[in-house]
């Protein structure tokens, strides 16, 4: 899983607009399935997906990326983007928005 935006994602309130749902939920991504390493190759295979498209691509959902580890930052790189993830010692709240 991961948020794939730099900006906070909503919070619900009470009101909570079918606009406000489509920004909380297109803002992040959620697979869960199995990986193999092969030295600095990730290769990934999605069971269960947040879009069912994908997820209904099973078997053939392999995605493939070259990784490289610096401390606690790793480096994902495929074919459409890099993404640079880092080792946070602890979560958030996800209560603060700022």
């Known amino acids: 899983m991961y948020v794939n935006t730099p900006d906070a994602r909503p919070r619900y309130q009470d009101d909570l607009t079918d606009a ?9 991504t959620a697979n869960s399935g199995r990986y193999e390493i092969d030295g600095n190759i990730l290769k990934t295979r999605a069971y269960v997906a947040k879009d069912t498209n994908y997820m209904d691509d099973w078997p ?3 995605a493939t990326f070259e990784f490289t580890v ?4 790793m480096t994902l790189k495929s074919l459409t983007f890099t993404a640079t993830l880092a ?5 958030p709240d996800p209560r603060d928005n700022d």
Do not use: C, K, L, P
């Open 60 to 62: 053939d959902n392999e």
């Open 20 to 28: 406000h749902r489509i920004v909380a939920y297109d803002s992040f």
């Open 87 to 91: 080792q946070v010692e602890v979560s």
């Open 70 to 73: 610096d401390g606690d930052t």
